[in-house]
């Protein structure tokens, strides 16, 4: 499955940089899907879809396991017990686009609030607008 999901402009920097292995979410899709486009989002973002990063598995956070995935999460441990429950998605790799995406690119009007799933067209349409992307 792939799907387009909306992070925060710092987290996403984490995430290309490699300091990032979990995103973290309230609801996951159904389908465990392991193509998730980035739209970046949030204060000097550049409000479209910059990379993409697989994914390997998602994790139930349990209380017991807050310090071990807030360190590879990017966030304080207060932070993610204060979001919980929530679901961790593990990045095994990511790209970042040459060309930041727009949504309009792929005949969307809004970003998802959280995450959406995208079709193969308009996956493949991503991959060659911001192709040149940078594997980190």
């Known amino acids: 499955m792939n799907i387009l999901i909306s992070i ?3 987290y996403a920097d984490m995430i290309f940089a490699g300091t990032k292995m979990w995103e973290f979410r ?3 899709p159904k389908d465990r899907g392991n193509k998730f486009c980035i739209y970046e ?3 000097g973002s550049a409000h479209a879809i910059v990379g993409t990063f697989l ?3 998602l ?3 349990s209380e017991e396991d ?3 995935f807030a360190a590879g999460g990017g966030i304080s441990e207060e932070a993610l017990r204060a979001y919980m429950p929530c679901t961790a998605i593990l990045v095994s790799t990511s790209w970042r686009y040459d060309t930041p995406v727009a949504l309009e690119h792929i005949g969307l009007t809004r970003p998802p609030q959280s995450w959406q799933q995208l079709d193969i067209r308009q996956v493949q349409s991503i991959i060659r607008k911001g192709r040149g ?3 980190s």
């Open 41 to 43: 989002c949030g204060r």
């Open 8 to 10: 925060k402009k710092e």
């Open 66 to 68: 807050v310090p071990y």
């Open 133 to 135: 992307a940078v594997q």
């Open 59 to 61: 994790c139930c956070v």
């Open 55 to 57: 994914s390997d598995g």
């Open 26 to 28: 309230k609801r996951v």
